[in-house]
């Protein structure tokens, strides 16, 4: 099993900063993904970032500019960096881990994290 762990939320004001991360523990995979997710009130969860062993990324049309992720293989760790905050990101943000594991081909399991609550306001 996977545990990840969240920590940086909290609340700033409009254009504001925050860095969240998530630590994952656990089973090691030599292959996964890890990345963030986000869900708001009334609101489907939705993908924000997400990047490779390998440091492959993908972010969210909304975010890209502002927000930056990035990882530490050694430590199992993504960093989530945030800047220029908008009232519109404000929800959960979760953290993510897909997992992939060769037995004869690769194998995916995802885990979540509980959550971390962003709030962006004036």
């Known amino acids: 099993q996977v545990q990840l762990v969240e920590s940086g939320g909290g609340l700033v004001q409009p254009g504001g900063s925050l860095r969240l991360s998530c630590a994952a523990s656990?089973?090691?995979?030599?292959?996964?993904?890890m990345g963030w997710y986000r869900q708001a009130p009334g609101k489907e969860r939705e993908l924000v970032a997400s990047?490779?062993?390998?440091?492959?990324?993908n972010n969210a049309d909304s975010v890209k500019g502002r927000f930056t992720i990035s990882r530490d293989n050694a430590k199992n760790t993504v960093y989530l960096q945030m800047n220029s905050l908008k009232p519109e990101d404000t929800a959960v943000y979760y953290c993510?881990?897909?997992?992939?594991?060769?037995?004869?081909?690769?194998?995916?399991?995802?885990?979540w994290g509980q959550g971390t609550q962003v709030t962006v306001s004036s």
């Open positions: 656990g089973i090691i995979y030599s292959r996964n993904t």
């Open positions: 990047i490779t062993t390998s440091g492959s990324t």
């Open positions: 993510h881990l897909r997992g992939m594991m060769f037995s004869g081909s690769y194998i995916g399991t995802d885990y």
